[in-house]
């Protein structure tokens, strides 16, 4: 079974840089043709995209925030991380991280999604 | 960066009804390359559709899609009570995902 968990801090102050981790499960981040995505959702709103990073170590980023989204991966651990730099209150927002399947390619397993408010 | 429509943005109907939502892009989009997903309160979205047409594991058969280039669209056929939710077009386009706005359908 499939499953993906994210987790990180509930309130980080602005400025302050979020990581945040997505642990598999089920599956591995070195397999080949594995892709893993963020995407975020601000309360009441829509979904948006982030970020996105590869078996092979490939990444890809939202053209927006690009200069303030880095992610990677954690092999030893099975995990995809993802930082955001100077957070704004307007970075609050569900954040979920996802499989990509390539054969579509669409995003078919998602997690439970993590909340993070930035306030001061 | 192709930019995603969609229409309307409420969609107000009753249980057994159908229902159309649209999905326009400001550039061609591979239908391959076009999804639709459901999402309800408090969940995470849930593929429905990929490649314009095709239905993921598990979804009725009152959903479908259908479409090319730049105009797409999500039918349900007879709307069940489970289906009143936010409905989202997401394309992928040089390496990168881009989600439409979402048509929220609630019950009249």
């Known amino acids: 079974q499939v499953t993906l968990r994210e987790s990180g801090p509930a309130l980080v102050k602005p400025t302050q840089t979020l990581t945040l981790t997505c642990t598999l499960s089920g599956l591995s981040v070195s397999d080949t043709g594995m892709c893993v995505t963020w995407i975020r959702q601000p309360p009441g709103k829509a979904l948006e995209w982030l970020a996105r990073i590869d078996w092979d170590d490939d990444k890809y980023y939202t053209t927006s925030l690009k200069t303030r989204l880095t992610i990677s991966k954690d092999t030893s651990k099975n995990q995809v991380v993802l930082t955001m730099t100077k957070m704004d209150p307007v970075d609050t927002a569900t954040y979920y991280c996802?499989?990509?399947?390539?054969?579509?390619?669409?995003?078919?397993?998602w997690g439970q999604g993590t909340l993070v408010t930035v306030s001061s | 960066e192709i930019v995603l429509t969609q229409s309307p943005g409420t969609l107000s109907l009753s249980p057994g009804e159908r229902a159309t939502l649209s999905c326009r892009a400001s550039q061609s989009v591979r239908s391959d390359y076009l999804n639709w997903y459901q999402q309800k309160p408090g969940q995470a979205p849930r593929l429905l559709i990929s490649?314009?047409?095709s239905r993921a594991t598990g979804i009725p058969d009152r959903f479908s899609g259908s479409g090319s280039g730049t105009d797409f669209s999500l039918t349900i056929s007879r709307l069940e009570p489970e289906d009143f939710a936010v409905y989202y077009c997401?394309?992928?386009?040089?390496?990168?995902?881009?989600f439409g706005p979402g048509t929220k359908v609630d019950i009249k």
């Open positions: 997401q394309q992928f386009d040089n390496s990168i995902f881009t």
């Open positions: 996802a499989r990509i399947r390539l054969v579509g390619p669409y995003i078919d397993s």
């Open positions: 490649g314009a047409s």
